[in-house]
């Protein structure tokens, strides 16, 4: 079909040729040569917008400067779509790769070449001059395709580069939301169920009272259950300052229920704050107060003021055993006494109430607020050996005697001598425990174990049981005597002078003869007598209970003198308690046995069990054999004639014992007066129970107190556990002075 006059047509260069219109009149498909029909002014314009005389003029040159035509279109630099540089690079350059190899397929053309039709010719005008003719371009020659190009592999094209994931970023927002949320919920659940009692805590300690709930202390028993010392039922009063509306009218108000002076109680009163510096809501005013009392307090209605349970310590007794038993302070806390050395055991532990309550004027629990509450553990109880009504009699006939000499201080210990158990231990002077304050200190002091004296001639008995347990003497030995006796620098009389004549050990027993235990001293050897003054008990502290026990001293061996070989053995230069004393007699009525002093016979816990005392400490000192023979040596004293203890015999019993004259000690220093005592048994066949009495007297004279206060005590004592009178009847018959 032959082309349209219309479609473009392709010269023998393939580039198209088609018709434009000039400006005046239609194209024409001719190509204007020339000279001929006087169209040489008429002007074909290409793309780029060049006459065809100018392309022609540009060809020639190029011609003449033997380069070839190199015609560009506007396709082979540009497309037609304005986004395909972009595109191609968000292909990584496959289109330009892809089109580039289909022209060196095609032969090496660069493109698709576009003309422009040109416009009509014009009919020249007159003035201007011919054209000039027309030069034919030459037809190119087609480039032929480069077949090294082809057989080279296709080069691997480029990677893109990454770009943004929408759902990589959606899956990582949803992780990051999700730990977020986690996270608030793990701390939500931290805080709700860790935390809670940490942050409720902080403010409960502002709207929280706490009472202290007093654990019943232990009571004091005697051997026989009766009570010595125990706790009551009491109340306590308080006040809470910040409530207490006028503090002086308020203690006016309580002065005379409480008996505390009213300017006492109205500083108690007024407000004050913590160390923490929270106001202060709690002030005692009185313990102990009895429930009576406490009742007409409440019915005062008194802004600020109230009671709650506490408990209050009696002692039924009064002064009954009051040194040895002590007090304690009103919180329940041993001062004095047994009351101090068990404390730990008697008080238990307190228990306490932590409750919510509201502000203001309503200070009351609240209920279902806050509350806790530890119960009280009560204490354990104390069984004693001593027996309530002996004790009586004791301190009694104690405090008759001693009242005859002012000033004076006096000890008393009953021991029964199988057990080593105190029956009885009084002291004068002496105070109420159950109003112990104010008291002198002095009176409140246990003198049978704090009272330190130099115990004279009662230290003799110790001299002869160690000197008939060596072997140094024997029960029928005798020995001259002579009125004096120098040791050292010293000299040492009798007050009974037996002018050299012999005498028999009863006889220098009964007439407490200084220069014949100094002679037996001195056979028996420094060394021995230090070893049995220990073995009887001397110079180490009893351990019988009482809290600040004294243990005495003897005089070591180095620190003794030439008078110390004199003193010593008639019991100076010695230092020892009443109770000491006592253990070492009650040593030879046990058939030369020591059983350790003591006053605990059990311990009664809160549940009722009982758990017996700890077993005494015992060692053997004498031989029966000796400890009987010296038993009655001891009975001279009683019995003789013109004997220093007459005064302690008693009807229808042999009483074997021995009276004693020292000095009492006070940190070392010897006081005024002197110190009578008188430590004895009974019956002296078979000994139940020992006495000791001792009786320092400034102004002298006690020697008239201590024999007849034991023999008071040893008749009621033998009486109240129904001791039959002795079998032997009278004691033996003492020769003093044997031919």
Avoid: C
């Avoid at 576009?114 to 020249?124: E, H, K, L, M």
């Avoid at 005008?125 to 020659?141: F, I, K, N, S, W």
């Avoid at 007699?585 to 758990?611: C, F, M, S, W």
């Amino acid at each position: 079909m032959p082309p349209r006059s219309d479609e473009p047509r392709r010269d023998a260069t393939g580039s198209r040729r088609g018709s434009s219109r000039g400006s005046g009149g239609r194209g024409t498909d001719r190509t204007a040569e020339p000279g001929v029909g006087g169209i040489s002014d008429a002007r074909a314009y290409t793309p780029r917008g060049r006459t065809i005389r100018e392309g022609a003029a540009r060809a020639d040159r190029e011609e003449r400067a033997g380069r070839p035509e190199q015609r560009r279109t506007p396709r082979s630099t540009r497309s037609g779509d304005p986004f395909r540089p972009a595109l191609q690079v968000l292909d990584g350059g496959r289109t330009g790769a892809t089109r580039a190899g289909r022209r060196d397929a095609a032969g090496g053309r660069s493109g698709v070449v576009r003309t422009v039709t040109p416009r009509a010719p014009r009919a020249p005008r007159d003035d201007e001059p011919p054209a000039p003719p027309r030069r034919r371009t030459p037809p190119r020659t087609p480039r032929r395709p480069d077949r090294s190009a082809a057989r080279r592999p296709a080069r691997k094209p480029r990677r893109p580069p990454k770009l943004a994931d929408p759902g990589r970023r959606l899956r990582l927002g949803t992780v990051l939301t999700l730990a977020l949320f986690a996270t608030i919920g793990i701390r939500l659940v931290y805080l709700q169920a860790v935390e809670t009692p940490a942050y409720a805590g902080g403010g409960v300690a502002d709207r929280t009272r706490t009472v202290t709930l007093p654990a019943p202390r232990g009571a004091i028993y005697d051997r026989d259950g009766a009570e010595l010392a125990h706790s009551v039922e009491a109340r306590y009063v308080y006040a809470d300052p910040t409530q207490v509306k006028d503090p002086q009218a308020t203690a006016k108000a309580l002065s005379p229920l409480l008996g505390i002076p009213a300017s006492e109680l109205a500083g108690r009163m007024a407000p004050r704050k913590r160390p923490d510096g929270v106001w202060s809501q709690f002030e005692y005013l009185a313990r102990g107060v009895e429930i009576e009392k406490a009742r007409q307090i409440m019915e005062l209605k008194l802004p600020g003021i109230n009671t709650h349970r506490d408990e209050r310590r009696e002692v039924p007794g009064g002064d009954l055993a009051a040194n040895l038993i002590g007090f304690t302070s009103q919180d329940m806390n041993g001062l004095e006494g047994l009351e101090a050395r068990y404390d730990d055991l008697l008080h238990g532990e307190d228990g306490k109430r932590v409750y919510e309550v509201g502000l203001g004027d309503l200070a009351a629990p609240i209920p279902g607020g806050y509350s806790r509450t530890t119960p009280p553990k009560p204490g354990s109880s104390l069984r004693l050996t001593v027996d309530r009504d002996l004790q009586f009699k004791v301190q009694r006939i104690l405090s008759e005697a001693m009242a005859q000499s002012k000033g004076s201080t006096g000890a008393a210990v009953v021991i029964e001598v199988a057990t080593g158990e105190v029956l009885a231990q009084a002291s004068h002077p002496t105070y109420n425990a159950a109003k112990p304050l104010p008291s002198d200190p002095a009176d409140r002091e246990d003198a049978a174990t704090s009272f330190v004296v130099d115990p004279g001639s009662v230290h003799k008995a110790i001299t002869f049981g160690a000197a008939l347990q060596e072997g140094v003497i024997t029960p029928d030995t005798t020995l001259p005597i002579a009125n004096s006796i120098k040791m050292g620098d010293t000299w040492f009389s009798d007050t009974h002078p037996a002018n050299g004549r012999r005498m028999s050990l009863p006889g220098m027993m009964a007439y407490s003869s200084n220069v014949g235990t100094i002679e037996i001293a001195d056979k028996l050897g420094r060394d021995r007598l230090i070893d049995y003054q220990r073995r009887f008990g001397l110079g180490q502290a009893t351990g019988v209970g009482m809290p600040g026990e004294a243990s005495g001293r003897l005089l070591p061996a180095d620190e003794w003198s030439g008078s110390s070989y004199g003193s010593v053995p008639i019991g100076h230069s010695v230092d020892a308690t009443p109770l000491q004393m006592a253990a070492a007699y009650a040593t030879i009525a046990n058939n030369g046995t020591y059983v350790q002093p003591h006053l605990i016979k059990e311990v009664i816990g809160p549940d009722g069990k009982r758990t017996p005392a700890k077993a005494p400490v015992t060692r053997s000192v004498l031989s029966p054999e000796n400890a009987a023979a010296l038993r009655t040596i001891l009975e001279a004293v009683t019995t003789v004639d013109g004997a220093t203890g007459t005064a302690a015999a008693i009807p229808g019993y042999r009483v074997a014992g021995k009276t004693g004259t020292g000095w009492r000690l006070v940190d070392g220093k010897k006081q005024p007066g002197e110190v009578a005592s008188f430590i004895g048994m009974a019956p002296a066949e078979q000994p139940r129970y020992v006495i000791a009495v001792f009786a320092h007297t400034p102004s002298g004279g006690g020697g008239d107190i201590a024999a007849p206060a034991f023999r008071e005590m040893m008749q009621f004592t033998l009486h109240h556990y129904r001791v039959p009178p002795s079998a032997a009847g009278k004691a033996p018959k003492f020769v003093v002075y044997p031919r």
